[in-house]
């Protein structure tokens, strides 16, 4: 059974860059989509990016050019760097293991997300 | 941008059937997804494209999808079904999320 473990600093100073570390357990990182939502405080899921199975990623374009995403193959995780923090990127951050294909029917590539972790709270403060 | 209007709450009685609705331009031409989160937990995919159960979600579950409006019904409301749903649907090049649904057994 796949498992997914969010980690990394649950404190970051605005402007600096959030570094965090998903791992997988319990299945192989090659052969799935990985993605990054993250949920401010009593307020809604919002889709971060995402790295598919041969490297590409696409990201949220309100974030821009601040986030990267990326693959460590050999360890089995995924990464997410999120530059020039502010206030506003305060949230609990989930990773999740991304399903993909195409609907033939209705000429349609579909993503969902069947896996999550637990999530982990970072919070941008000073 | 493309956008997925979910009502803020609606409320079922207990053994009754709850109706939660995610409205978007012709959404019938996407696959829909939705998510369950109970308080304090990740989120938990309860369908995918449109009507499709995962693996260990009760058949009273289900979903439909047709013109501007996809629907995730719950038949037999139980107290464990209160929870936020949230619908999703991938628009081109991005993800979009419904601002989610709280529901609330009676």
């Known amino acids: 059974q796949v498992q997914l473990q969010e980690s990394g600093p649950g404190l970051v100073k605005p402007s600096e860059t959030l570094s965090l570390t998903c791992t997988v357990s319990g299945g192989s990182i090659s052969s799935y989509y990985w993605t990054w939502i993250r949920q401010p405080p009593g307020m809604g899921l919002e889709w971060i990016g995402f790295i598919s199975k041969s490297g590409s990623t696409n990201n949220n374009p309100s974030l821009k050019s601040r986030v990267t995403i990326s693959v460590d193959t050999s360890k089995n995780q995924f990464s997410l760097n999120l530059s020039s923090v502010t206030a506003a990127d305060t949230a609990m951050y989930y990773c999740a293991r991304t399903n993909s294909g195409y609907d033939p029917q209705k000429f349609y590539y579909y993503y969902y997300m069947d896996v999550w972790g637990k999530g982990t709270t970072v919070t941008v403060s000073s | 941008s493309y956008e997925l209007t979910q009502p803020l709450s609606v409320s079922v009685a207990l053994g009754q059937t709850a109706r939660i609705t995610c409205g978007g331009n012709?959404?019938?031409?996407?696959?829909v997804h939705w998510y369950q989160q109970k308080p304090g937990q990740a989120p938990v995919l309860v369908i995918y494209?449109?009507?499709n159960r995962p693996s260990g979600i009760p058949e009273r579950f289900s979903g439909s999808n047709s013109g501007n409006t996809a629907t995730l019904t719950i038949s037999r409301a139980q107290a464990g079904d209160e929870a936020d749903y949230y619908c999703q649907v991938w628009d081109s090049t991005f993800w979009v999320f419904g601002g989610g649904t709280k529901l609330t057994v009676l």
């Open positions: 012709n959404i019938g031409s996407k696959n």
């Open positions: 494209r449109d009507d």
